[in-house]
């Protein structure tokens, strides 16, 4: 019943900026944390960052701190991650993340972010 639906990724240079959207359904949005990860190829998923539930609180992982921004609209039920200053090591599949007390971890499909050099 959780859906989450990556979107906004592709390919840019060094230096560029994207901004992935995370559409939900199925669970009371407002209602949950929410959290961004990404996995490099060949590498663990990561941890990006996360938002309490009206968006008033964010932290970040050290790797993209100052350079990546989430945000949220509950009015839409969508997650943000605004990346700037991109480099050739954020290139991975992003995902965005919730937990919830009834359906446990719940994970989008991910979107594609590459970053040339």
């Known amino acids: 019943q959780v859906h989450l639906v990556e979107s906004g990724g592709g390919l840019v240079q060094s230096g560029g900026s994207l901004r992935l959207s995370c559409t939900a359904s199925g669970f009371t949005f407002r209602d949950y944390a929410m959290t961004w990860y990404r996995q490099p190829p060949e590498k663990e998923r990561e941890w990006i960052g996360g938002i309490s539930l009206s968006g008033g609180t964010t932290t970040y992982a050290d790797s993209v701190k100052g350079r990546f921004t989430i945000s949220r609209d509950n009015t839409k039920n969508t997650l943000y991650l605004q990346m700037n200053s991109l480099k050739p090591e954020d290139t991975a599949v992003y995902y965005c993340?919730?937990?919830?007390?009834?359906?446990?971890?719940?994970w989008g499909q991910g979107t594609q972010v590459t970053v040339s050099s």
């Open positions: 993340h919730v937990m919830t007390f009834t359906t446990g971890p719940s």
